[in-house]
């Protein structure tokens, strides 16, 4: 028996596709990825077909338009697109900002001045009568229904996920 893999938290590893190729114990798989994009949002998996999942770091996932030899020592590889390794998986505002848009389900619009409050970074107590958890915030803009974030909600109340440095008072 051969033993399992290290994280190595300061390089990219593509994600295994399989659980039988995965070789560090805890990495996601990419079907386990595609599978939760699926599940929460109703993403189809085919979106991703041109796409490669890498990790970097304990449970940081990034999306990447290509393929590159794996491991790979570079800085930066795409963008993260989810954080895996806890309890609840959580999407970053820069995938949802991307590919929200296929998203079939678990997505709340806002109102003008709900996504201004949103986008300040404040919570906000709102109804929402579908599943409790991380959801696609969108907005309409130039008439159209855009994603703008990601936001979790619990108890009636919608929590901006918005990072501090992306907020803005509109």
């Not at 999942?53 to 989810?82: C, H, N, Q």
């Not at 909600?153 to 509109?170: C, F, N, W």
């Amino acid at each position: 028996m051969t033993e399992k893999e290290e994280n190595v938290g300061s390089r990219f590893d593509r994600l295994p596709e399989t659980d039988a190729e995965r070789a560090v114990a805890g990495r996601a798989t990419r079907q386990e990825v595609l599978e939760w994009w699926d599940e929460r949002f109703g993403i189809e998996p085919t979106v991703f077909d041109e796409y490669t999942f890498w990790e970097r770091g304990a449970g940081k996932i990034w999306v990447f338009y290509g393929d590159v030899p794996s491991p790979s020592p570079v800085e930066g590889l795409g963008m993260t697109a989810l954080r895996t390794r806890q309890e609840h998986w959580k999407p970053t505002l820069e995938a949802i900002q991307r590919f929200g848009h296929h998203a079939t389900k678990n997505q709340i619009q806002l109102s003008r001045s709900e996504a201004s409050t949103f986008l300040a970074g404040h919570d906000q107590d709102l109804d929402w009568d579908g599943d409790w958890g991380y959801l696609i915030v969108t907005h309409e803009i130039a008439g159209a229904d855009e994603p703008i974030g990601v936001a979790l909600y619990v108890y009636g109340e919608l929590r901006s996920m918005v990072p501090k440095g992306r907020q803005r008072e509109l």
